[in-house]
């Protein structure tokens, strides 16, 4: 079985937890909190030296990045695809999920929001202000992109999910949990609810995780 | 010909100037002046609704994302291949590449360095700081990669260039702009070596682009 080392609260653990519910992969979680450090402990430095989460072992195999894990499990277990057949329509997909995996999600991980307050000093509001800033001009590049695509509807491209509705939905929860208002984007939210409707993205949501406080 | 939005000194763009160059493929340029607000006109929001660069257009496909870029590029024109055959080694390359493209160079951006700046009220040894920990956390990750990847040598993965060493090449030159310590990252700067004596690399620096200033 595979092993998913994992924080309840991380986006990037969420898509990977997306991917594996979507292709029925079953994982053994090991859970790392790292808002109190587990991260930083010698032994996972030795799984990851980038001490982020999410690692995914697959038998020998040790992976880690999330797009890159989305990317292996999906080259490697392909059914159902999380990208479409046409070169052109899964470099939009991938586009479309790097918006969040690449622009916004690493400007508000834990690292960076202690770097802003313990080392630069920023006050409470505007760590917020931060995050909102980031996340929402992450949301409304994705409204922008859904409504000038014609395959997006329900999903942001055709009629299943794909990497582009994985990162959709890592870059709604955490304007969520921020407080963020998502009602200038529609077509976001329309995309989410219908993902959320999903076992498969509903239960990989932070809030499911047995680690979740 | 392919038509490619591009600033001399964006990171991404560089990397996609690597792939068209690795692959021989010809490109129109049209150059935005990223600190001058050029991505901010209309015309260029309609074409990349996220206002940033490169956008590349291949026939009827505008293209977005570096990373989605290079992953198109792969898939269209193959020859020869940025990502290995198996899929846990390509798994390796797409994750030490993200270390560059999702987790480090998102921070150090022109939007980035202006919201903390103008909004926030960084000083410049501050903005400096910031700039100098990411690159440098993210060399650190790269370095520690290498050590333990056995077929590290020259490039990062194998005996050819893959998007592993287009992201080490866009971590280590800004890293260099910004007066970074690169002496900590031995590995790192072998494989910045090799490449750097590649044509298709040297020509796609910023330094060698018509808009350098």
Chains 1, 2 share one sequence.
Not at 74 to 93: H, I, S, T
Not at 120 to 138: E, F, R, V, Y
Request: hydrophobic share 40%.
């Amino acid at each position: 079985m595979m092993k998913l080392y994992t924080y309840y609260r991380s986006q990037a653990s969420f898509r990977v937890r997306i991917a594996l519910n979507l292709k029925g992969l079953a994982h053994d979680d090991t859970y790392l909190h790292l808002e109190k450090g587990d991260q930083f402990a010698a032994d996972y430095r030795a799984v990851n030296p980038q001490m982020v989460v999410p690692t995914l072992i697959d038998g020998d195999t040790r992976l880690f990045q999330s797009l890159a894990i989305l990317e292996y499990l999906d080259e490697k277990y392909p059914n159902p695809p999380l990208l479409p057949a046409d070169a052109a329509a899964r470099a939009w997909v991938r586009g479309f999920a790097l918006i969040n995996i690449a622009d916004s999600h690493p400007l508000v991980v834990p690292r960076i929001r202690h770097y802003l307050t313990d080392d630069l000093g920023l006050s409470p509001d505007q760590m917020t202000g931060w995050i909102k800033h980031w996340i929402g001009a992450g949301l409304a590049a994705m409204e922008e992109l859904l409504a000038d695509h014609r395959e997006s509807g329900g999903f942001c491209h055709g009629d299943a999910p794909t990497l582009a509705d994985i990162g959709l939905v890592t870059q709604v929860t955490p304007a969520r949990t921020f407080g963020a208002d998502t009602s200038p984007y529609p077509r976001v939210m329309r995309v989410y609810d219908t993902c959320m409707a999903i076992p498969a993205f509903a239960d990989a949501h932070p809030s499911k995780q047995p680690d979740a406080e």
